[in-house]
């Protein structure tokens, strides 16, 4: 077997971003969700945010060495 490359049964070492990334993703859309509800900005225009938040996630999980997608 090689070490650097692990069988496929093998455990996969979830990193920081990992584990913060689906509590992130929640509190954007919470806050979104009260600004829209304040009147403040509507959520029709915000949820690009979204897709940027989860964008920079999933580069801050490849750039620290999570799984590659």
Request: charge should be neutral; aromatic fraction near 4%; hydrophobic fraction near 45%.
């Amino acid at each position: 077997m090689n070490p650097s490359n692990p069988a496929p049964h093998a455990p996969r070492q979830h990193s920081l971003i990992d584990a913060i990334r689906g509590p992130i993703m929640l509190v954007t859309l919470g806050a979104l969700m009260a600004a829209d509800q304040m009147d403040r900005i509507g959520i029709d225009r915000t949820w690009p945010a979204l897709l940027i938040l989860f964008g920079l996630l999933k580069l801050a999980g490849y750039l620290g060495g999570g799984e590659k997608e």
